[in-house]
């Protein structure tokens, strides 16, 4: 698709609702389509596919289902040749993997681990690993992380179908975990940091998880509600805390000191992202509407100011890099999308 043509810089799309989760699809067929899922506080919420035309240079939606509770993330397989089935992933109380296709989107399986009650501890978070697409990670409420396994089955009538197992539970954190995230390092298919209510960043390894490896506790015990690995060097990676305004960054090989803090918002930070293709630079976004770009190449020496803002309509409550297409960002506000060329 060659927007490039026609040099716009911005493109919005306005949702029925209020848009929390949101995503880039990451095939390479299938550019400028993103999942958006609806924030409403009751039982019955929604997910739209989304695209970009590009004979009207507009988004239009390709698709709308139910979704039960509103979604707190949603992901596209990682699948940069288009090989697996087109596949996402959405968390909330259960995890469960979708299959798309053009005319519909349909439920392939729901990952439950709870199987003997009634009671289901909502799910936070999850990441899909993008060396091994067969696993990802789920984060509870409980306290827990459950790493999955999907299995594609037999072929009935032409189509795979997809199936997953537990491959492991463990308690992760003293209290609720709020996120969790497969770091690139050591091969990238073992190693997985969470974060949670106790103000701590753990971080795991699926081949001993007898012991974790505590990387940071927030001073003041507050609780850390997102991470997010560095995309080229798996020594950083980014986390703050709730109702925050700073973004800490961390390296691996120094625990417990932050290496940056990332300081000019205004109000609290509610999304994290770093670039694709560059290990110095990561885009915050936050309640006072401000989409924030940092190089942080000057680290350990204090990083002053952003390279690039944009203020949004307004609070941002997500931002997403595209990891096929490293010069557009998303950013979510009220009912809008919009998609940023950085």
């Known amino acids: 698709?060659?927007?490039?043509?026609?040099?716009?810089?911005?493109?919005?799309?306005?949702?029925?609702?209020?848009?929390?989760?949101?995503?880039?699809?990451?095939?390479?067929?299938?550019?400028?389509?993103?999942?958006?899922?609806?924030?409403?506080?009751?039982?019955?919420?929604?997910?739209?596919?989304?695209?970009?035309?590009?004979e009207s240079s507009e988004f239009v939606c390709r698709n709308t289902f139910d979704h039960p509770y509103p979604t707190t993330k949603i992901m596209w397989i990682p699948d940069m040749k288009g090989v697996y089935p087109d596949l996402l992933a959405t968390s909330g109380d259960y995890l469960r993997i979708w299959r798309v296709s053009d005319t519909e989107t349909r439920l392939e399986c729901l990952l439950n681990n709870n199987?003997?009650?009634?009671?289901?501890?909502?799910?936070?978070?999850?990441?899909?690993?993008?060396?091994?697409?067969?696993?990802?990670?789920?984060?509870?409420?409980?306290?827990?992380?459950?790493?999955?396994?999907?299995?594609?089955?037999?072929?009935?009538?032409?189509?795979?179908?997809?199936?997953g197992h537990v491959k492991t539970q463990l308690i992760a954190h003293d209290k609720e975990v709020y996120d969790i995230a497969f770091s690139r390092a050591g091969g990238g298919r073992d190693m997985f940091a969470s974060v949670g209510a106790d103000g701590s960043v753990r971080m795991f390894d699926l081949r001993h998880l007898e012991h974790s490896t505590i990387i940071y506790e927030d001073p003041q015990h507050h609780p850390l509600l997102r991470l997010c690995w560095n995309k080229q060097d798996p020594n950083y990676l980014a986390t703050m805390a709730m109702d925050g305004m700073e973004v800490v960054i961390l390296d691996v090989r120094v625990p417990c000191t932050p290496v940056a803090r990332l300081n000019n918002h205004r109000a609290c930070v509610n999304g994290i992202a770093w670039a694709p293709h560059?290990?110095?630079?990561?885009?915050?976004?936050?309640?006072?509407?401000?989409?924030?770009?940092?190089?942080?190449q000057q680290m350990p020496r204090a990083i002053e100011d952003p390279i690039l803002a944009y203020t949004a309509e307004g609070e941002i409550n997500n931002v997403q890099w595209a990891s096929t297409q490293p010069d557009w960002i998303a950013i979510c506000y009220n009912n809008c999308l919009e998609i940023l060329r950085v």
Request: charged share 20%; net charge negative; proline share 3%.
């Open 278 to 296: 560059s290990s110095c630079h990561i885009c915050t976004a936050a309640d006072d509407h401000q989409a924030l770009i940092w190089d942080i």
């Open 115 to 163: 199987k003997n009650s009634d009671f289901c501890a909502p799910l936070t978070s999850f990441d899909w690993n993008e060396v091994d697409p067969n696993l990802l990670g789920t984060s509870s409420i409980d306290t827990t992380c459950t790493i999955w396994g999907l299995e594609t089955g037999q072929v009935l009538g032409r189509v795979n179908l997809v199936s």
């Open 1 to 54: 698709m060659s927007l490039h043509g026609k040099r716009k810089e911005i493109y919005k799309y306005e949702a029925p609702w209020t848009v929390y989760a949101m995503n880039w699809s990451v095939r390479p067929d299938k550019r400028f389509r993103l999942a958006l899922g609806s924030f409403v506080e009751e039982y019955n919420n929604k997910v739209q596919l989304v695209g970009l035309e590009e």
